[in-house]
């Protein structure tokens, strides 16, 4: 299986901070990851797939980049509706598709 | 635009099976550029893929649930379901149905999902 961890796991920032997340992939799974968001109580929102495409209706001010085994997510501005919990996903090698542990954005 | 709704079973006792189906609306099951996913997410914890199936009927499940989990795809009703048999309670959890969309052939991402639906297993 292959392990995707997320970094870090917990994420305390402000609204207009610049903020990366990071998922390191055990093996090379090229550009075949996405990002999700979290709100509680809800389904995850898809916000980027391929490594850096960003998912039709998401705001600008989410990126993403990376291929092999390292990616990261940016937010460039943080907006009171980026607090959050981000997901990343693999779907290069499966079964099993793997999920990151989650990184949870809190308000500073 | 296409929505995908969870129903079932809200609550489950251990080692019976858990049955749940998605309906899909807004576009047919049967399109070659998406497959048909459920996921499963235990209280305050991370998602977990349970399996895939395409319209043509081919699988994919979660080795670690292998042996208890089967999907299957429902045409005549736009829906596919789940089942999970002999449940405890390391089941529990909100299960989730998605769509996956492809590229070539190659999974690309979920989107969209269905709101959920909470599972318990509890006697």
């Known amino acids: 299986d292959i392990q995707l961890t997320q970094s870090p796991s917990f994420l305390s920032a402000s609204v207009g901070d610049r903020v990366t997340i990071t998922c390191r992939a055990s093996?090379?799974?090229?550009?075949?990851l996405a990002w999700y968001q979290q709100k509680p109580g809800k389904a995850p929102k898809l916000l980027i797939y391929?490594?850096?495409t960003l998912q039709s209706g998401v705001p600008s001010r989410f990126s993403g980049s990376g291929s092999g085994t390292e990616f990261t997510l940016t937010i460039s501005s943080l907006q009171p509706d980026d607090f959050a919990t981000y997901y990343c996903?693999?779907?290069?090698?499966?079964?099993?598709?793997?999920f990151g542990q989650g990184t949870r954005l809190e308000i500073k | 635009q296409v929505q995908l709704q969870e129903s079932g079973s809200g609550v489950v006792k251990p080692s019976q099976t858990l049955s749940l189906t998605c309906a899909v609306s807004?576009?047919?099951?049967?399109?070659?550029?998406?497959?048909w996913s459920w996921i499963r997410q235990p209280p305050g914890k991370g998602l977990e893929w349970i399996g895939h199936?395409?319209?043509?009927?081919?699988?994919y499940y979660n080795p670690s649930l292998k042996s208890r989990v089967s999907i299957s795809v429902d045409k005549s009703n736009n829906q596919f379901s789940l089942k999970l048999s002999s449940v405890t309670a390391a089941d529990t959890a909100v299960y989730y149905c998605?769509?996956?969309?492809?590229?070539?052939?190659?999974?690309?991402?979920?989107?969209?999902w269905g709101q959920g639906t909470l599972v318990t297993v509890s006697s």
């Open positions: 998605a769509r996956v969309g492809l590229w070539f052939g190659e999974l690309n991402w979920f989107d969209p």
């Open positions: 807004g576009g047919p099951i049967t399109s070659d550029y998406y497959s």
């Open positions: 199936i395409y319209h043509t009927g081919s699988i």
């Open positions: 093996q090379d799974i090229y550009n075949y």
């Open positions: 391929s490594a850096s």
């Open positions: 996903q693999q779907l290069n090698s499966y079964p099993p598709i793997t």
